[in-house]
């Protein structure tokens, strides 16, 4: 049976665009190989079930990316979206700085306030990743430092504590959207050469807790009770926390403002390819070239011949809906059970999911344990060893903020070495503040605390890399919706034990140290270890 004229055309046509769609890709690869990229892909790493329309398209995008390379507009993307990771530890921290004058002048139970706030980064994660999927990245970036600026400034005249735990659930629900969809803005526009950045990002993460304490330090050290018992303050001597959200809500709002008014943010090539408009997308990839200095040579032929070729893919044409619906329904499907079932199709890829869900829960408890109580922590004690002031107490947590900034950096270095690893850099970095329990002075006490700042920025630095490379790229969706809602929930139940625990004895700081050593335990039971290996 010979085929018709019209067959072959196409056929061939097919053959000349998959020739050209492959050289393009091979010389990318070189390109890429060029920089000391090093690509290499797991067994368990499969992609069958990646719509292969939208993979073909993403790849054309990807090599138009690459070509431009990292320039002006990446590297200020850095830094707007570096607000989102100093928003996200800052916020959390702000409550555990606030808690001690808060508590002496209101005489209510602290751990309602951290609980307010978590329920808050719940919904803030939820609405924020599913809403950035429907309205797009954009207005998702522009909105989630603003609405924590208003809130957090509001909160400063909260005339009671029912008040200002309801404004730390309203300001939380922005910091919430911050890593979800500041990381995904900034992937979508990095060239594949420089994807390592979002490990470094999380230097950010460091200038936060930083930023935080500086400020607070002035504030709340000057102008605030000192703890007694029977608490006895009033407001007009205790206005310290109130100038200090007042000052942090300012911040965001100027944070808000760099973004807003001076950083000209472009709508996601892949976002707008996802939803058919190709030609935006086509039109954004020149913008950030023109940005850059130089020039792409994409067009929306391009992507039409990329379409083309993953509908050969399919078994029908029908290409991706692309209504605000179906964003919703795909963004659902990460829960899908058979998505979570691919998870553990393995009993060696199950045992991987198990343990990465237990360590992203157990420091979802641990670490909001200590932050919120360890202000607390550090005056009673301090009181104990005779410089427990509240001056002395936040010239403290200065210094535990500023030896943590160098710890994301130290994190890239250690995680590329062969005796450590991703494996061997994140069990030390997690086990470390088991020595807070045998400080016997107040010089000892400080220089543990250091030790845990540093390593806890090093663990985080590391949890955020290591965690999308655990997971096959067809259910890392899923896997890192699963671990984002168990880190999350364990968020929740922190101050809730911390209700039931006796505060001035100072339990929840060493329910966080024995929890972080056993999330040490269980980096070490990890059965892969991504060093040297790229994600799909």
Same mark, same amino acid.
């Not at 605030?224 to 911040?251: I, K």
């Not at 140290?513 to 994600?535: D, K, M, Y």
């Given at each position: 049976?010979?085929?018709? /004229?019209?067959?072959? =055309?196409?056929?061939?046509?097919?053959?000349?665009?998959?020739?050209?769609?492959?050289?393009?890709?091979?010389?990318?690869?070189?390109?890429?190989?060029?920089?000391?990229?090093?690509?290499?892909?797991?067994?368990?790493?499969?992609?069958?079930?990646?719509?292969?329309?939208?993979?073909?398209?993403?790849?054309?995008?990807n090599d138009a990316l690459q070509d431009i390379g990292m320039g002006r507009?990446?590297?200020?993307?850095?830094?707007?979206?570096?607000?989102? &990771?100093?928003?996200?530890?800052?916020? +959390?921290?702000?409550?555990?700085?606030?808690?001690?004058?808060?508590?002496?002048?209101?005489?209510?139970?602290?751990?309602?306030?951290?609980?307010?706030?978590?329920?808050?980064? !719940?919904?803030?994660?939820?609405? &924020?990743?599913?809403?950035?999927?429907?309205?797009?990245?954009?207005?998702?970036?522009?909105? #989630?430092? *603003?609405?924590?600026?208003?809130?957090?400034?509001?909160?400063?005249?909260? +005339?009671?504590?029912?008040?200002?735990?309801?404004?730390?659930?309203?300001?939380?629900?922005?910091?919430?959207?911050?890593?979800?969809?500041?990381?995904?803005?900034?992937?979508?526009?990095?060239?594949?050469?420089?994807?390592?950045?979002?490990?470094?990002?999380?230097?950010?993460? =460091?200038?936060?807790?930083? =930023?935080?304490?500086?400020?607070?330090?002035?504030?709340?050290?000057?102008?605030?009770?000192?703890?007694?018992? /029977? /608490?006895?303050?009033?407001?007009?001597?205790?206005?310290?926390?109130?100038?200090?959200?007042?000052?942090?809500?300012?911040?965001?709002? !100027?944070?808000?403002?760099?973004?807003?008014?001076?950083?000209?943010?472009?709508?996601? +090539?892949?976002?707008?390819?996802?939803?058919?408009?190709?030609?935006?997308?086509?039109?954004?990839?020149?913008?950030?070239?023109?940005?850059?200095?130089?020039?792409?040579?994409?067009?929306?032929?391009?992507?039409?011949?990329?379409?083309?070729?993953?509908?050969?893919?399919?078994?029908?044409?029908?290409?991706?809906?692309?209504?605000? $619906? %179906?964003?919703?329904?795909?963004?659902?499907?990460?829960?899908?059970?058979?998505?979570?079932?691919? @998870?553990?199709?393995?009993?060696?890829?199950?045992?991987?999911?198990?343990?990465?869900?237990?360590?992203?829960?157990?420091?979802? *408890?641990?670490?909001?344990?200590?932050?919120?109580?360890?202000?607390?922590?550090?005056?009673?004690?301090?009181?104990?060893?005779?410089?427990?002031?509240?001056?002395?107490?936040?010239?403290?947590?200065?210094?535990?903020?500023?030896?943590?900034?160098?710890?994301? *950096?130290?994190?890239?270095?250690?995680?590329?070495?062969?005796? !450590?690893?991703?494996?061997?850099?994140?069990?030390?970095?997690?086990?470390?503040?088991?020595?807070?329990i045998s400080s016997r002075s107040s010089n000892s006490l400080l220089g543990?605390?250091?030790?845990?700042?540093?390593?806890?920025?090093?663990?985080?630095?590391?949890?955020? %890399?290591? #965690?999308?490379?655990?997971?096959?790229? $067809?259910?890392?969706?899923?896997?890192?919706?699963?671990?984002?809602?168990?880190?999350?929930?364990?968020?929740?139940?922190?101050?809730?034990?911390? *209700?039931?625990?006796?505060? #001035?004895?100072?339990?929840?700081?060493?329910?966080?140290?024995?929890?972080?050593?056993?999330?040490?335990?269980?980096?070490?039971?990890?059965?892969?270890?991504?060093?040297?290996?790229?994600? @799909?």
């Amino acid at each position: 049976m010979t085929s018709s /004229p019209s067959a072959d =055309a196409f056929q061939l046509q097919m053959g000349s665009n998959s020739s050209l769609i492959k050289k393009n890709k091979a010389s990318s690869n070189a390109r890429i190989e060029d920089k000391a990229v090093s690509i290499s892909i797991d067994a368990i790493f499969s992609d069958d079930t990646v719509d292969p329309i939208y993979r073909a398209k993403a790849g054309v995008l990807n090599d138009a990316l690459q070509d431009i390379g990292m320039g002006r507009y990446q590297w200020g993307l850095f830094v707007v979206a570096g607000f989102g &990771w100093l928003a996200d530890n800052a916020w +959390p921290i702000v409550t555990g700085l606030i808690l001690s004058p808060v508590m002496n002048e209101f005489e209510f139970q602290g751990p309602f306030l951290k609980l307010g706030q978590n329920i808050g980064l !719940l919904v803030g994660a939820v609405f &924020w990743g599913v809403g950035s999927d429907v309205w797009g990245r954009k207005i998702s970036f522009n909105l #989630t430092l *603003l609405i924590t600026g208003v809130f957090a400034l509001a909160a400063g005249a909260s +005339p009671n504590f029912v008040v200002l735990t309801s404004f730390a659930a309203l300001w939380s629900i922005g910091v919430g959207g911050n890593l979800p969809v500041d990381s995904a803005v900034f992937l979508e526009f990095v060239p594949a050469s420089h994807q390592y950045l979002l490990t470094v990002l999380s230097i950010w993460w =460091a200038f936060g807790q930083l =930023a935080s304490s500086l400020i607070a330090w002035p504030l709340i050290g000057n102008f605030s009770c000192e703890v007694t018992t /029977p /608490p006895n303050c009033h407001r007009s001597s205790n206005q310290g926390w109130r100038y200090f959200l007042f000052t942090m809500g300012g911040l965001m709002l !100027l944070l808000w403002g760099l973004r807003f008014f001076v950083f000209k943010l472009y709508e996601s +090539p892949k976002y707008l390819m996802g939803r058919g408009r190709d030609e935006h997308a086509v039109e954004v990839v020149h913008n950030v070239a023109t940005h850059n200095g130089k020039t792409s040579s994409l067009t929306v032929d391009d992507l039409r011949v990329a379409e083309d070729l993953g509908v050969l893919g399919k078994e029908n044409d029908d290409g991706l809906d692309v209504s605000a $619906k %179906a964003a919703i329904q795909r963004q659902l499907t990460k829960f899908d059970t058979n998505h979570v079932k691919s @998870l553990f199709a393995t009993r060696k890829l199950a045992y991987s999911t198990s343990l990465l869900i237990a360590l992203w829960a157990l420091i979802g *408890l641990a670490f909001p344990l200590y932050n919120s109580f360890v202000t607390y922590y550090l005056a009673t004690r301090g009181a104990n060893f005779g410089d427990g002031s509240v001056y002395i107490t936040y010239r403290n947590q200065v210094i535990l903020s500023v030896i943590g900034v160098p710890g994301a *950096l130290f994190a890239g270095y250690l995680v590329e070495l062969r005796t !450590l690893g991703r494996k061997g850099t994140l069990a030390i970095s997690t086990s470390t503040t088991r020595g807070l329990i045998s400080s016997r002075s107040s010089n000892s006490l400080l220089g543990w605390n250091c030790a845990y700042s540093f390593t806890s920025n090093v663990m985080y630095g590391v949890l955020y %890399a290591i #965690t999308p490379e655990l997971f096959p790229t $067809k259910d890392r969706g899923t896997g890192n919706a699963i671990v984002a809602t168990a880190n999350r929930i364990f968020g929740i139940m922190a101050p809730i034990i911390a *209700l039931y625990a006796d505060l #001035t004895s100072s339990v929840p700081i060493f329910i966080a140290g024995a929890i972080f050593l056993v999330s040490g335990i269980i980096a070490i039971l990890l059965p892969f270890e991504s060093r040297g290996h790229a994600a @799909l």
